[in-house]
């Protein structure tokens, strides 16, 4: 049901779907509140999944690790090597997921006094995933493993120089018809792979492969007895990892990533890892964790060391057991974080004025941008314009570096296959929300043509934001927001529950860090309600919160409980909003 056609920041608002039978069983069979069973049955649950949904655990959402394709063969060539003592080789990617996967494999395996190292790659020197010179290297230290974490699925030259080396692939980034050469890959998004499975585990994040990974090996270890004069390592532990590598790679909060989620996050709140420990503290976060710290006040600081600094700082941050060596890594990403910042701040500028919002989707590139900071400015105009946007920085030799973000419905990872296969690309991959590539000068127009063409046969029109329905300010309540906050973790796939809160008056704003909006809102004689509205300054909705204008909004906004030296208070996050006297002549 569509509720207003074109909002302030050009978007529709419609209501979630729901039927009414279903919500009366889920409040007479269960005893949740109509709100929370509204807001259940909004996001497609019923009777039989709501109990798992509420209380996620490992015992029913795990699945047997042999289900994937090659699992068996990977935790068997892995066994060997230990029962063998044969040096094992960890090859990781530079980003969150690669970080927290390559940390996760070293951290089991140091546990279990493997001889392992643990190698990611020099962003700008070596680029993305195995190459051949890495390769060789090892290989001549004896290293007879190894095992590639969050790459691998498209490194076909690379793997071709590994002969001599077991190869084990751990991925989930989108394959192409053929695949490289190894002893196995385990990828649920394998084309050959059973539908079933790629359809329950094709979203998760290579350290949610790496962890069913680990759980199988352990098992195996197990039943040969390995463990027979020792304690088993515990693989919960592990799981604030799990956590942090699923949400920062915008993996969807539902099925097993759900569980890892709300799992990882009670384990990160006993700040067991010192590495993470030590971050959090540089990061200033002093409450439980959630996913707005894990996305974006840790995983930017692990992340900058690959865009900005030394790429292998955040595995080793992660799988660290010294607390001076954590807290001086932690330091050092903070201060790389700050100059990521910058670098990101100019490129966008120079960004904005190459964007054409007539194309269907947006390229833009320049020889001075920092390959290090493309993806976040990619991201930051795919939000601005809501179309499938890639950002590339050309090198001197002429080859650009491209970072590309998506939209819901166009897979871009899918599509940089195509481009290869058709010689728009060097070369590139990823998944459908996100992806990389590589390509010419020369190529460039014919790319672009392309992405425009393969764009336009999807669906378009005003974007579209779901709303759970209508609260007034003075519903606000700590009980009512403390049953919302039961649906948690919010994230891509389970998102937080927006209303619409109709005839607020703005009382009054505050400018934060020259682009965040700070707002008191009023509604008639009822109670006032602060919001914020991240980087609002300089759009059509910032501009009418900061006028104080007299004419009442309609305001979209998520509700939230923010706790803060031992007070909690009420405030909302402002999504969206439409001049009360014009929604009529917008329905």
Known sequence: MEICSSSLSNNRWCLRPSEERSIQTLVQKLGLSPTLARLLVMRGHDLDSVPHFL???LRNHLPDPYVLKDMELAVTRLLQAIQSQQKILIWGDYDVDGATSSALLCRFLKALNVAVALYIPDRLKEGYGPNKEGIEKFKAQGYSVMVTVDCGTTSFEALKAAEGMDVIVLDHHAPEAQLPPAYAIVNPNRLDERPEITQTLGHLAAVGVTFLCVVGLNRALREAGFYASGREPDLLSLLDLVALGTVCDVMPLTGL???????????????????????????????????????????????????????????RLLSTDSVSEATQ??????????????????????????????????????????????GIVAGRLKEKYHKPTAVIAWSSAGIGKGSARSIPGFDFGRFIHKAHRLGHVL?????????????TKEQLPAFVAFLGQEVEQFPKGTPVLLCDGHLDLGALTPTLLQEIEGLAPFGMGNPTPRFIFSDVMVESYTLIQDQHI???????????VD???????????GTVLMEGTKRPLHLLASPKLDRWGGRVTLSLTIEDGVFADTLARAV
């Not at 384990?267 to 959090?280: E, F, S, W």
């Not at 670098?343 to 989707?361: I, N």
């Not at 070369?427 to 390509?439: E, I, K, P, Q, R």
């Not at 919001?531 to 909705?541: A, E, M, S, V, Y």
Request: charged share 20%; net charge positive; proline share 5%.
């Open 427 to 439: 070369g590139g991959g990823g998944h459908a929300m996100a992806a990389g590539f590589s390509l």
């Open 531 to 541: 919001g914020i509205g991240f980087r609002l300054k300089g759009t059509p909705l």
């Open 257 to 315: 990533n759900r569980t890892f989620v709300t799992q990882g996050l009670k384990i990160m709140g006993k700040r067991r890892n010192v590495g993470l420990r030590a971050l959090a503290d540089q990061a200033g976060i002093q409450e439980a964790p959630s996913p707005y710290h894990l996305g974006f006040l840790l995983g930017p600081r692990i992340n900058a060391g690959g865009r900005v600094g030394e790429s292998f700082l955040g595995a």
């Open 329 to 374: 890594i932690s330091h050092t990403l903070d201060q790389y974080n700050q100059e990521r910042k910058g670098l990101e701040a100019d490129a966008l500028v120079q960004a904005l004025v190459q964007v054409d919002p007539q194309h269907p989707a947006l390229v833009v590139a320049h020889e001075d941008w920092h390959e290090g900071v493309i």
């Open 55 to 57: 209380n996620p655990t």
């Open 518 to 528: 700070r707002c008191r809102f009023s509604q008639g004689a009822g109670k006032i």
